[in-house]
């Protein structure tokens, strides 16, 4: 059944628009969810275990189940069971504070994340993130906001889905503070994730499992333009970018890494 996997694959990744270039990247099976960031790849599988990747291999990262994973400025935050994980001298150590269900490090210092229903999304501010050394809690602010998934970006603010899969953007966020500027609503798709990259790119997976980019950002108009559609020849589950790479999780458990 891998090898069949595996084939359908290379097959997929052959069938990919010219704009984008697919390949297998290293096998992972089972993959679940993936996250990239200041040029590390970390990813869970299926059974709950963590790894990251280091040339063409998969190492695991820790020994505790880890069910989203995200590495960025803050370091490396994980959630299971509704806990929050920091990746702390060779092993995840529980951050008491509030429970989430998904975390995103990638914004300028402050690490993000949404909580089990209602999905109230949290900020964690610079301060406490950079410092949480795997001791005691940590406070999260609540940011009065209803969010199934959140991303931040270090440049152009964070894009977060509610809890009706609209896509919201708030083009500015604080680190030191965690105050944020007004969410805007962008139109167009029905989304179940979204990531923000280091360059402010960004990228989500519709209901349907289909890849978009969102085109046209800048500092002057951090909502972009448009929504670009990225074919891709099965139904994908997750995506991550950083570094001009493309990570894409299949619903069946496989990775590509794209390049444009």
């Keep these: 059944m891998k090898a069949v996997a595996a084939f359908l694959l290379v097959l997929c990744c052959l069938a990919v628009s010219d704009a984008w270039n697919c390949v297998e990247a290293p096998r992972l099976y089972n993959a679940h969810q993936i996250d990239a960031g200041m040029g590390q790849v970390v990813a869970t599988d299926r059974y709950k275990r963590v790894y990251f990747l280091s040339g063409s291999s998969w190492y695991r990262l820790g020994t505790y189940s880890i069910q989203h994973v995200t590495v960025g400025p803050s370091g490396t935050w994980g959630t299971y069971l509704n806990r929050v994980y920091k990746y702390v001298a060779g092993n995840f150590k529980l951050a008491n504070g ?12 402050q690490v993000v994340g949404v909580g089990p229903s209602p999905y109230r999304a949290y900020c964690l501010r610079e301060s406490y993130a950079l410092g949480y050394t795997g001791v005691g809690s940590v406070s999260w602010s609540y940011l009065s906001r209803l969010l199934k998934y959140y991303s931040c970006g270090p440049r152009y603010g964070c894009w977060g889905i509610d809890t009706r899969s609209r896509v919201y953007v708030t083009k500015y966020i604080t680190p030191a503070s965690c105050s944020t500027s007004r969410w805007t609503y962008v139109s167009g798709l029905s989304l179940k994730m979204i990531e923000v990259g280091t360059d402010g790119s960004v990228f989500g997976v519709t209901t349907t499992g289909k890849v978009y980019q969102r085109s046209g950002i800048s500092s002057s108009r951090r909502e972009g333009r ?3 559609y990225i074919p891709m020849c099965m139904p994908i589950k997750h995506v991550t970018y950083d570094l001009r790479q493309l990570w894409v999780v299949t619903t069946s458990g496989l990775v590509m890494k794209c390049s444009h």
């Design 98 to 109: 509030v429970g989430l269900l998904q975390v995103d490090a990638g914004g300028d210092g």
């Design 226 to 228: 448009s929504w670009v």
